[in-house]
């Protein structure tokens, strides 16, 4: 059965510069991310994964061939449309946390509410409601200061659950943390995925993390080289069946 396809680039490069100075960042890419899956994507400094995640998250636009998200060409999209987007169905994982340093772990959580202009009262349910799915509701009032590196990216992910987003983009989440906060936050990200069917794309270069992936998109010198699903890993969770055009505009 085919599954609904969440990111799709057909013929995707991102090129910079021209004659003998030409980099193919990205070169004819083809891929899909299907919604529920949790998907890797690998390989060394210069493969063009860093590339791929800002084309995924729209925050930048191929040189050439289309990228559809749901089965919208963001290509025909313009600056303020894409930012929409991303406010709307993308939720962003970074390495370095990101949160701000002076407010609680709820605030942080609640802040991308605010700039969809959510009322209060809601605002603080959803947060909470979103610390909870990570475990962090007897933390929702330390600030970051008080609260370990794999508590602050528990932070980071509630922040980025809030909105509901179609996908959860993550940059090098375990980056920071050491081996045993590294296990907590890949165990979060697979019970998510399973239980709440939330569909994930992680770029990594850490081969480790590979183990707790549905499959790996393996990049070298711009080109997908490799995208398999490990035989070890299975998938099954309740997939949220929203079209795109359901979702509310502000």
Known sequence: MTTFAVVEFKGVSK???AGDTEVRALD???MRIHRGEFVAIMGSSGSGKSTAMNLIGCLDLPTLGAYEFRGVNVCELDADQRALLRRMYIGFVFQGFNLLARTSAVENVELPLVYRRVPARERRERAMESLRAVGLENRAHHTPSELSGGQQQRVAIARALVSDP???LADEPTGNLDSPR????????VRLNEERGITIAMVTHEPDMSVYVSRVAMFKDGKLVGDDAPEHVTFA???ST????SRQSS
């Open 28 to 30: 004819g890419v083809d």
């Open 242 to 245: 929203r079209p795109l055009s």
């Open 166 to 168: 179609s996908l959860l």
């Open 237 to 239: 969770g309740p997939l």
């Open 15 to 17: 090129i910079y510069g």
């Open 182 to 189: 590294k296990r907590e936050i890949m165990e979060l990200l």
